[in-house]
């Protein structure tokens, strides 16, 4: 008997909680890049989802189905936000795979960002965010350049103490 290949893969569960912001239509030929004029006050400490018309989906399943949950229309960018508890300070790894284009921002500083066209493959970015103690927002964006739409997203945690939410009551 021999042994081929070892794969290891992460076993850490998928953001399935998060606030859906109302679609933005978009220009053909944009990045995910290009800010929208909705965008800044998404980026502010004191944004309220709920306050703002983002609808709440408590389990959008392991890959979020984007056609479904914001539009099948395209050119189209959406707006996910998740609030991630962490018992501590720290640098989490985030594990992510959209279709198409994605940026990422943690309480309100940009921490990625992948002007692309592709599908979906889970975990296909990979980079760290740093988390204070207590309530951190995670804020997506995702642009749907044609055809499929997706984010599945999932953050590296090692000692299982963080949890996602989209309350923080």
Request: net charge negative.
């Given at each position: ?8 893969a992460?076993?850490s ?8 912001a ?36 408590p ?5 979020a189905?984007l056609?479904h ?7 189209m ?8 508890q962490?018992?501590d300070?720290?640098?989490?790894r985030?594990?992510l ?11 309100g500083?940009l ?30 964006k995702?642009?749907n350049d ?12 090692f ?6 939410a989209?309350?923080?009551?």
């Amino acid at each position: 008997t021999g042994l081929d290949s070892v794969v290891l893969a992460s076993a850490s569960p998928y953001v399935k909680s998060w606030w859906i912001a109302p679609p933005v239509a978009s220009t053909p030929g944009k990045s995910v890049e290009e800010e929208t004029a909705d965008e800044q006050p998404f980026l502010a400490a004191d944004f309220d989802p709920s306050a703002a018309g983002w609808k709440e989906v408590p389990d959008a399943g392991d890959v979020a189905d984007l056609n479904h949950h914001v539009s099948p229309r395209a050119p189209m960018v959406g707006y996910l936000a998740t609030w991630i508890q962490s018992p501590d300070d720290r640098i989490a790894r985030v594990r992510l795979g959209s279709d198409d284009g994605v940026r990422v921002w943690c309480n309100g500083s940009l921490a990625w960002s992948h002007a692309i066209h592709r599908p979906i493959t889970p975990d296909a970015d990979r980079f760290d965010i740093p988390l204070h103690a207590g309530w951190n927002l995670l804020l997506l964006k995702v642009r749907n350049d044609d055809g499929g739409y997706g984010l599945a997203v999932r953050l590296a945690d090692f000692d299982g103490n963080l949890r996602c939410a989209t309350r923080t009551d």
